[in-house]
């Protein structure tokens, strides 16, 4: 060794009597080097290891044995192509699980907020939404006012608790009627039956005002006290969308606003209102309450202007006075009461667009909705007697078609197909000229409803 090093001195280092330390020198880098030849093998042995698993003799680690865990563990995702079975065993993370949205919520300043206003609240039991509709029958409307309560119930993916008045003569009907429905959607519903109750002023005026017991819709909030939200519609009405759709619009009311109707005309000059009545109304062309959402809690809660009273009444101090007052000038009974309210209080009214109310009037004189004619009909109202009568085809086919269709069957096969047949029987007529009008919204609400009966919940 010291022969070899020798050599790498140079003549002049030995002159100069350096010839001991510069065999020094040379001595440590060969030991440096030999130190990082070990160093590769050793290393190279470890990722070997690594690489292709322990070797059939060994005994692998056992689930969350410290660090030497955790160390594979960081590995192994990058590296480990055939992972031990201790390790396989071990449950994977959900693939793309949904991200969650972060919002910033602005906090109303306390000095604008009512202390004494009620809180908002949709119904709820068991973490489930549910929806709370109402509707009126007496005389001969149990088939009409059925046909509505199923058109409800097809589509919807919330559940639905049903408030139905109705003349005691037709109470073990409907009852009947509900308990002959299907399994599946009587599971999908709540129903309670109440007697025609009008609990302020003469129930015989209100009985006979405009229509059989239409007035019953004005003493809701009195009766319905433990009901926080409420929508309310005519028995002539049919649902061509979701009724959750109509329902969630109760979450667009601001701090002021308890109810929520469609416009009774889209052009002032040519409605009835705005021609013909003796009254105040609201806006410029009146609002029409064959569909009304209702904040029953903040109903029975605020005070209402009125010309009577300058301090303001509550609503049931409100309804027999005012009736009093105009009882000589209504026509439509309380849909003319509902319109004098809000004009006097037009902050507390929510006004939603036609599709959700939509009419002969929209389309008997050419098509005045752009709404429908844009999304489709959502809500559709056959006042007019329509759906019993020949004026109005398009309205008559759409009420048949829900009314016969058999609850179990295919809603497209038997349900949306043979009425998409009918349909071409009426584009002769102004409101069956444009079928998807009445159809868009229709054939939307049954692939959603397959969507989540069949595909998720099947």
Known sequence: ?????????????????????????HTMKLRYKIAAVLGCLVGGRLLQYLLLGM???????????????????????????????AFRSQPRPALNPRPRLLT?????????????????????????EWV???????????????????????????????????????????????????????????????PINFSVGNPQEWKKLFKPCAAQRLFLPMILKDVDSLLY???????????????????RFNSTQL??????????????????AR?????AAGVNSGVMLMNLTRIRSRLFKNSMIPSGLRWEDLLYPLYHKYKNDITWGDQD???????????????FPCQWNYRPDHCMYGSNCRGAEDQGVAILHGNRGVYHNDKQPAFKVMYEAVRNFPFEDNLFQSLYFPLQNSFMNTVHTLCGRLPQVFLKQFEQAMRKVYEVRVIHIG
């Open 1 to 25: 060794m010291k022969n070899l090093t020798a050599r790498k001195c140079s003549a002049n280092d030995v002159s100069a009597g350096r010839s001991g330390s510069c065999e020094r020198g």
């Open 55 to 85: 070797s059939a003799g060994e005994t692998p680690p056992r689930v969350g044995d410290g660090r030497a865990w955790r160390a594979v563990q960081a590995f192994q995702g990058r590296l480990v192509t055939r992972q031990p079975a």
């Open 104 to 128: 910033k919520r602005h906090k109303k300043p306390a000095s604008d907020r009512d202390l004494q206003e009620p809180i908002f609240r949709l119904h709820r039991q068991n973490g489930e």
């Open 132 to 194: 709370h509709l109402a509707v009126v029958a007496c005389g001969d409307r149990l088939e009409e006012t059925m046909t509505m309560l199923k058109s409800a119930i097809l589509f919807s993916i919330y559940k639905i608790k049903f408030h139905i008045f109705a003349e005691d003569t037709l109470h073990s009907q409907f009852e009947s009627s509900i308990k002959a429905w299907p399994y599946l959607y009587k599971t999908h519903l709540e129903y309670s039956i109440y």
């Open 233 to 251: 519609v005519d028995t002539d009405v049919l649902f061509l969308r979701s009724v959750d759709d109509v329902w969630n619009i109760l979450k």
């Open 259 to 276: 109810a929520a109707m469609a416009p009774e005309h889209e052009i002032p000059k040519i409605g009835w209102y705005s021609r013909f």
């Open 279 to 283: 009254h105040p109304y609201y806006g």
């Open 337 to 351: 009461l509902l319109n004098i309210i809000f004009h006097y209080n037009p902050e507390y009214l929510y006004v």
